[in-house]
C-alpha cells in the first residue's frame, strides 16, 4: 500500500497497553485518513451519550496518504472525539512537523483509550511506542515541556504535541498543541486529553513515505514553486492570515466590541492591529527589514510560510519567537473582539494561550463576552475582583486572561466558556455569541451570508474554516480581470457556476455552501491544508488535491471522488450528533445576531433574518439529502455514501 | 504658412492612495502602501486604481472616510483613497 505505513497504534491508558493494528487497504479507502477515520474509531469505540470527559471518549489523531510528502501543504492531523464544548463531535486540524513526523514514526493514525490515574506522556520513536510517567511534566508550560522532554529523550528533533496547564485544569476551550504555537484548537479537545492525564505525544522516526507516482508527486510540488508569486500565495505568505484584518475592516466585516459592530470606531485603531503593523513592528526581525526571513515560520515541506515568528515586548514582557505570532483570528477575538488596537498586547495574549494551550478564538470571545456583560452592569467589579474589564482595557484583558488560564477567582467561571459561564451565573445569556456552546469565530455572516447557515448547520459548532467565503462567489471576483485571477477556475469544477452576491442567501448560495463544505470536509479527511489545496486559496486547488491523494495512494482519484470523501464526512459527522441527541434546533445563530443590527462601517444596520436562515437551512437539508424536520441524514442518504451501517445502528 | 496652434493644456489633480493588506506590495516597499497620484480632472476612483495597477473594481473603497459603493465617482484634487480587498477566510 502506498501512501500509509499501513499501521495505526491503539493506547489503552486504563491499563496501560499498546497494540499495533493493521487493517487491510480496503479499510483505508473506505475511511481515508484524517476526520474521516477518526470518526470511525469514535463511532465504534465510545458509547452513545456519554459524557465528552468520560474515559470512554475515544480520541483520535490521524493522518492520510499525502502527509510526509515532499510538496506544500500536507502535513495536517486532524484529531477526533466527543465535544466538551458542544456535546456532538469534536474535530480540529492542526499543521507543523508533528503530523509528517508521526507519519515517519511509523503510524497513520494513534487511537487513544480510557483514562490513566497518573500523568503519563507517549513516544513513538521509529516504530517502538512507549508510555512514560509524566508527573515532572505535569504543571508545566507548554515551551517547558518541550525542552524538559527534547532534553529527557536527548534528541532536539522530536516532535511533540501536548496539553498545556488548561488542559490538566479541563478549560473548556483547551487545546492541544505542537512547537507551542500550533493548536488543534477548536472544540476543547485538549480537556479531552486532560481528563485522560496524557500530557503530551512524542514522534520522531525515519521511515520514508513512499508515494505510488514520485515523479508526479515532484513535478506538482515544481509547479507550486512556479505558481507562488502569480498566484499571490507570496503576499499571502508575507503577511499571513493576519494580512485580512484591514480587508474585513473595509468590508464592515471585522467583529468589534463583542460583534456589536463590523468595524473599529476608527481606522487608526483597526490599523494598529493589521497585518501590515504586525509586519512592519513586531515580526522577529522587523528593526533591520528581515521580516522575511526571521519573521516567518512554516511546516513541513511547505513553501508558503504563512505562521508568524515575533520578538519584541509588551510592557516589558518579552514577546517570545517560540509562541509564535497571532493569526487573523486571535488578533481579532482579543483585539476588535476586545475592543483593544494594542497589537503588542494581542501579541502577548496570544503568547499566554499557547503557552498554557487554549484556543484563541474561543478563549478571546469569552473575554469580550465578560466585557459586554460588564459594561452594561450584568457583571460589575464585585464578579470579576476588582477589574474594570471595560471595552478597549488592554491591562484588563490580559489580567483576566491569566486568570482564566490559571482558573483563578472569576477566571474560573470563564475557563468554561461563555455559554456555560452563562449558565452558572445565571445571567449574560443576552450577550452570547455561541452555537451548539462554542464561540463565533471572526468572519461575519452579516457580510458572509453563507457562512451564517454553515455557522448555524456545522456539526462541530460555528467554524470559518468549513466552506468558502461569499466573496469568491461574488459576480466579479468569480471572473475575474487581468491583475486578479478568478475563483471560476477552482470553483467551477465543483459545479458553481451561478455566482451571487455576498449578501445574498438563495439556492444557489446555499449549494455554493454545501459544495464548498464538500471539499473542505474532503481536504480535513486528506490531510491537506485548505490554504493551500482550497477552492478559494490558490496555490493548488480541488483538482490538484484529487491529483495528490492519487500520486500518494495510486487510487483513481477525481474532483467527484474528493467531493464524496468530503460528503461521507460530512454525513458520518451529522450522523454521529444525531446519535448523541443533537437536532435541528440545535442549528441556529445567537439570538444577538438574530435580533441587534450591527452599528457603523459598511455593515451599518445589517441584522440576521431568522426567517431567511430557516429558508436556507431547508434548502440545504434538501441538499443535502437530510431529514427537513430533524436535519439529519436519511438511509438512502447514509447508504449513497456507504454508510448503511450507520443508518442500522441509529435504526433508521 | 499655418498659425502654430497650442494644444490645451491638460488640468492634473492631485490624489493620495492607500492600499491595504497584500495590494500595498503593488508599491514599493519604501511606500508601505501609500501614494500621491496626478490624475487628468475628472477621473475617476476607477481611474485611480488602474493608474496603480489595479483593476478598476471588487475592491472596497472609500473617499475622504466615507466608504463608496460605485467606483465611477469623480474624484476631486486632494481626496485620500483608500483600497480594500475582500477577505475570504483565514
Known amino acids: 500500500m502506498f501512501g500509509y505505513t499501513g499501521k495505526i497504534l491503539h493506547v489503552n491508558l486504563t491499563d496501560h497497553t499498546l497494540e499495533i493494528e493493521e487493517p487491510p487497504e480496503s479499510f483505508y479507502r473506505d475511511y481515508i485518513g484524517g476526520s474521516l477515520m477518526g470518526l470511525y474509531y469514535l463511532w465504534k469505540h465510545s458509547p452513545a451519550e456519554i459524557d465528552a470527559l468520560d474515559s470512554r471518549n475515544t480520541l483520535t489523531f490521524a493522518l492520510a496518504g499525502p502527509v510526509g510528502l515532499p510538496v506544500s501543504g500536507q502535513s495536517r492531523c486532524t484529531a477526533t472525539c466527543k465535544s466538551p464544548t458542544t456535546g456532538g463531535v469534536a474535530d480540529s486540524q492542526a499543521g507543523g512537523f508533528w503530523p509528517a513526523e508521526l507519519k515517519f514514526a511509523g503510524f497513520d493514525a494513534i487511537v487513544i483509550h480510557g483514562a490513566s490515574d497518573t500523568p503519563v506522556y507517549l513516544s513513538i520513536i521509529d516504530g517502538e511506542p512507549k508510555l512514560h510517567d509524566a508527573a515532572h511534566l505535569w504543571g508545566k508550560t507548554t515551551l517547558d515541556v518541550d525542552e524538559t522532554l527534547k532534553e529527557e529523550l536527548n534528541d532536539k528533533k522530536i516532535e511533540i504535541a501536548q496539553i498545556g496547564i488548561s488542559g490538566e485544569k479541563l478549560a473548556n476551550f483547551a487545546a492541544v498543541m505542537n512547537m507551542s504555537n500550533r493548536a488543534w484548537g477548536r472544540t476543547g479537545i485538549g480537556a479531552v486529553m486532560g481528563s485522560k492525564k496524557l500530557k503530551a505525544i512524542v514522534v520522531r522516526g525515519s521511515q520514508k513515505v513512499e508515494a505510488a507516482d514520485k515523479k508526479a508527486v515532484l513535478a506538482l510540488s515544481k509547479q507550486g514553486a512556479k505558481d507562488l508569486e502569480p498566484s499571490g500565495m507570496a503576499r499571502f505568505g508575507k503577511y499571513g492570515t493576519a494580512g485580512s484584518v484591514m480587508g474585513q475592516q473595509g468590508g464592515g466585516g471585522l467583529p468589534s466590541y463583542n460583534w456589536s459592530s463590523g468595524v473599529m470606531e476608527t481606522l487608526e485603531e483597526a490599523e494598529a492591529i493589521s497585518g501590515e503593523r504586525l509586519y512592519d513592528e513586531i515580526l522577529a526581525g522587523a528593526a533591520e527589514e528581515k521580516q522575511d526571513r526571521k519573521g516567518r515560520d512554516t511546516c513541513y515541506a511547505c513553501i508558503v510560510r504563512c505562521k508568524r515568528v515575533v520578538e ?341 | 504658412m499655418r498659425a502654430w496652434q497650442a494644444k490645451p493644456l491638460q488640468k492634473l489633480m492631485q490624489i493620495t492612495i492607500r492600499l491595504y493588506g497584500s495590494l500595498r506590495d503593488i508599491l514599493p516597499s519604501e511606500n508601505k502602501g501609500q501614494t500621491r497620484l496626478d490624475l487628468p480632472a475628472g477621473s475617476t476612483v476607477g481611474d485611480a486604481l488602474k493608474k496603480v495597477g489595479l483593476p478598476d473594481d471588487g475592491y472596497y473603497t472609500a473617499v475622504n472616510g466615507e466608504n463608496i459603493d460605485q467606483n465611477s465617482r469623480p474624484l476631486e484634487d486632494g481626496d485620500y483613497v483608500l483600497v480594500f480587498a475582500p477577505a475570504a477566510g483565514g
Request: net charge negative; proline share 5%.
Open chain 1, 312 to 652: 519584541n515586548e509588551w510592557r516589558e514582557n518579552p514577546l517570545i519567537p517560540e509562541y509564535g505570532g497571532p493569526e487573523y483570528e486571535t488578533i481579532a477575538t482579543f483585539g476588535s473582539y476586545c475592543g483593544v488596537s494594542d497589537l503588542h498586547a494581542v501579541t502577548y495574549a496570544n503568547q499566554l494561550c499557547n503557552e498554557y494551550g487554549v484556543d484563541t478564538i474561543s478563549c478571546g470571545a469569552t473575554i469580550s463576552w465578560a466585557m459586554e456583560c460588564y459594561e452594561n452592569g450584568v457583571i460589575t467589579k464585585e464578579d470579576t475582583g476588582g477589574i474594570e474589564l471595560n471595552f478597549g482595557n488592554a491591562e484588563a484583558m490580559i489580567e483576566m486572561l491569566k486568570l482564566t488560564l490559571n482558573r483563578e477567582g472569576f477566571g474560573d467561571v470563564l475557563a468554561e466558556g461563555s455559554a456555560k459561564a452563562a449558565d452558572r451565573l445565571g445571567k449574560g445569556h443576552e450577550y452570547l455569541l455561541t452555537v451548539k456552546g462554542q464561540e463565533l469565530p471572526a468572519h461575519m455572516p452579516h457580510v458572509k451570508r453563507s457562512l451564517g447557515l454553515i455557522y448555524a448547520t456545522n456539526p462541530f459548532g460555528a467554524d470559518h474554516q468549513s466552506s468558502d467565503h461569499d466573496p469568491v462567489y461574488h459576480p466579479k471576483l468569480y471572473e475575474g480581470k487581468p491583475g486578479r485571477p478568478g475563483y471560476k477556475k477552482f470553483l467551477e469544477p465543483l459545479g458553481l457556476t451561478r455566482p451571487q452576491h455576498p449578501k445574498v442567501l438563495n439556492e444557489e448560495k446555499v449549494e455554493f455552501a454545501l459544495k464548498t463544505q464538500y471539499t473542505f470536509s474532503a481536504a480535513d479527511t486528506i490531510s491537506v491544508c485548505q490554504f493551500v489545496y482550497g477552492s478559494s486559496w490558490q496555490l493548488y486547488g480541488p483538482q490538484d488535491m484529487a491529483n495528490l491523494m492519487e500520486m500518494a495512494t495510486g487510487w483513481d482519484m477525481s474532483v467527484d471522488d474528493i467531493q464524496e470523501i468530503g460528503r461521507k464526512r460530512l454525513n458520518l459527522m451529522r450522523a454521529y450528533n444525531a446519535r448523541e441527541g443533537l437536532t435541528r434546533d440545535d442549528d441556529t445563530l445567537p439570538r444577538k445576531l438574530l435580533t441587534k443590527a450591527l452599528k457603523g462601517g459598511r455593515s451599518d444596520g445589517i441584522m440576521i433574518e431568522e426567517e431567511e436562515l430557516e429558508n436556507a437551512k431547508n434548502s440545504y437539508f434538501e441538499q443535502a439529502g437530510w431529514d427537513q424536520v430533524t436535519g439529519n441524514p436519511t438511509r438512502a442518504t447514509l447508504e449513497a455514501v456507504d454508510l448503511g451501517w450507520v443508518a442500522d445502528d441509529l435504526g433508521l
